[in-house]
């Protein structure tokens, strides 16, 4: 939805690894040249070490566009960690179009006939794995007998093995001490610096085609390079959420508290005994699962006494049944108003409040989400005002921040799937009414 609201020719801070987007920090740009000279030089082992959410995979997607026009190039990604050393080469067989045969001796003919096709066409053969920490052992010894494919001139098939910092412990193992020595480069990708990832966000709002007054203000900046810990990846997820509660708010740059607000929302506030490590680990992708937020409950703290000693007092005969029905009226009188002030700050909505359709389900957003699917003649709001218990931009921005697909609310399809923040609601009485036995008292 924001795109034509800030006349964005695409989304400039999009999670696909899209290579013309990409942006030469220091180490990005030292770490491409590795590549380009090991290619160049024929190496044969290549090793690119990165933290998720570097940006390594669209760093290999860009390496890749510029040799493919003089290599024949293999890119494997997310191997099964359970993956065998044979079905290792079936995977680069099918790669280049050809169907594995039985054996493992029928598939080393098969290879061999590739590498020595694309070396009389004068072309170099390239295999580049990705995420190659969840590699075992036996798989990474394959890899590294891949090597002995060569010519009295040079290799005939070069390997970049790409991972996280896992990759680098592996290598060290005393079982691998033979593949770690035919690794001729190592490349690492660092955080991005606080200027490097102002200079970032510049980047990517350009390659949108974005030309205005700058979107963020510098204590959005501020807030965004404390917080993303030089991350591309949560600098992405920070400036997207930004974007989209600042065309919610009908703004046209995004504040402090805008980014405030999103941070509380994504939980890239460290809590009491949590490192600010951590919580970049956490936030890249490490640890992707929400925390439920608290919310006040003193409104329950107030009702219940209140309730108890009603019925206490009508027991014992205190007060009469004129006096019981006065208590209970304040009671419920106190629990109304006490109820009416925590949906404020919690935005939920209270029974009697006229949020939703009768009054009767309370929102629930404080806890975990959970999906439904649109019906049909559904709308957006439909939806919000039955599971959540009404509709306003609190909400909508709620439910735009779980579905970053959902740019645009008032078009959605029957089938589609859509999370909602907070449990399913739980149905409660519009009207305080006592308890039967607190009925019959009266």
Excluded at 42 to 63: D, E, Q, S, V, W
Excluded at 128 to 153: C, G, P, W, Y
Excluded at 365 to 385: R, Y
């Amino acid at each position: 939805m924001f795109l034509q609201y800030f006349e964005f020719r695409q989304d400039p801070f999009g999670t696909t690894p899209d290579s013309r987007n990409l942006y030469f920090s220091q180490t990005h740009r030292e770490a491409m040249a590795s590549l380009n000279y090991s290619f160049i030089s024929n190496r044969g082992f290549t090793t690119l070490i990165a933290p998720p959410g570097m940006g390594k995979t669209t760093l290999l997607f860009r390496f890749l566009s510029q040799i493919r026009e003089s290599a024949r190039t293999v890119f494997l990604f997310d191997i099964d960690a359970e993956c065998e050393p044979r079905e290792f080469v079936g995977y680069i067989l099918r790669d280049i179009g050809v169907t594995p045969a039985q054996s493992s001796s029928e598939m080393h003919e098969q290879l061999t006939e590739a590498l020595a096709k694309e070396n009389r066409a004068g072309r170099k053969f390239v295999v580049v794995i990705d995420e190659a920490q969840n590699l075992s052992d036996a798989v990474l010894e394959r890899v590294r007998l891949l090597t002995n494919f060569e010519t009295s001139t040079g290799k005939l098939m070069q390997i970049v093995l790409s991972g996280q910092p896992q990759l680098f412990d592996k290598l060290m193992q005393a079982s691998l001490v033979q593949l770690r020595q035919r690794i001729s480069t190592l490349c690492r990708i660092e955080r991005l610096t606080k200027d490097e990832t102002a200079a970032y966000i510049d980047h990517r709002l350009k390659q949108a085609g974005y030309t205005g007054e700058p979107l963020f203000t510098q204590d959005a900046l501020k807030r965004i390079i404390e917080n993303s810990q030089g991350v591309p990846r949560i600098i992405n997820n920070l400036c997207f959420n930004s974007l989209s509660l600042c065309c919610a708010l009908k703004s046209k740059k995004v504040n402090e508290s805008m980014v405030s607000e999103v941070i509380a929302d994504l939980q890239l506030i460290p809590q009491s005994g949590e490192s600010a490590a951590a919580v970049g680990h956490a936030a890249a992708g490490e640890i992707c699962k929400p925390k439920r937020r608290k919310r006040p409950k003193r409104a329950l703290r107030i009702w219940i006494p209140a309730a108890a000693m009603v019925l206490v007092l009508c027991a014992l005969g205190v007060v009469g049944r004129t006096g019981s029905r006065v208590l209970w009226s304040h009671a419920a009188a106190e629990y109304r108003a006490l109820s009416q002030k925590v949906a404020r700050v919690s935005g939920a909505a209270t029974p009697g409040s006229g949020a939703g359709d009768t009054g009767t389900t309370q929102a629930a957003s404080n806890g975990a989400p959970f999906a439904i699917t649109v019906e049909p003649d559904q709308t957006l709001q439909d939806i919000s005002v039955q599971y959540l218990g009404g509709y306003d931009l609190q909400r909508r921005n709620k439910i735009q921040r779980l579905n970053p697909k959902l740019t645009d609310p008032d078009h959605i399809e029957v089938g589609q799937r859509i999370w909602l923040p907070g449990p399913p609601p739980v149905r409660i009485a519009t009207n305080a009414t006592p308890p039967a036995n607190a009925r019959n008292l009266q």
